[in-house]
């Protein structure tokens, strides 16, 4: 996390907003409220003063499993969330559980 005056913060994550590919949330130790929060403010994508579409927004549900996490693909509409991925049966993910995030992986067009 960045320090600073809370309207340069916004102000940093709104301009990375515009300018990134793709946006994946992790949601592990993070409240549901703070994930729901954040892939609906996806859904407006011109609001947020791009050009084009994320190529793809995704939440990784990871460890603690949480009661609700496990059901990370029915959570999240498509209209916020493009990638759900449920990890929360995974004490340590491996890098390769995320190669549905990676463009040409076999797993990306599943």
């Given at each position: 996390?960045?320090?600073?005056?809370e309207?340069?913060?916004r102000?940093?994550?709104?301009?990375?907003?515009?300018?990134?590919?793709?946006?994946?949330?992790?949601?592990?130790?993070?409240?549901?409220?703070?994930?729901?929060?954040?892939?609906?403010?996806?859904?407006?994508?011109?609001?947020?003063?791009r050009?084009?579409?994320?190529?793809?927004?995704?939440v990784?549900?990871?460890?603690p499993?949480?009661?609700?996490?496990?059901?990370?693909?029915?959570v999240?509409?498509?209209?916020?969330?493009?990638?759900?991925?449920?990890?929360?049966?995974?004490?340590?993910?491996?890098?390769?559980?995320?190669?549905?995030?990676?463009?040409?992986?076999?797993?990306?067009?599943?």
């Amino acid at each position: 996390m960045f320090d600073g005056p809370e309207p340069e913060l916004r102000s940093l994550h709104r301009k990375n907003l515009a300018e990134c590919d793709a946006v994946a949330l992790c949601w592990a130790t993070a409240s549901e409220a703070w994930v729901r929060a954040h892939s609906s403010e996806l859904r407006d994508w011109q609001g947020l003063g791009r050009t084009a579409r994320f190529a793809y927004r995704a939440v990784i549900a990871g460890p603690p499993a949480g009661s609700r996490k496990k059901y990370v693909k029915r959570v999240f509409p498509p209209s916020e969330i493009d990638i759900p991925l449920d990890l929360t049966d995974k004490e340590r993910p491996s890098p390769e559980l995320l190669d549905p995030l990676i463009p040409g992986t076999d797993q990306s067009s599943s």
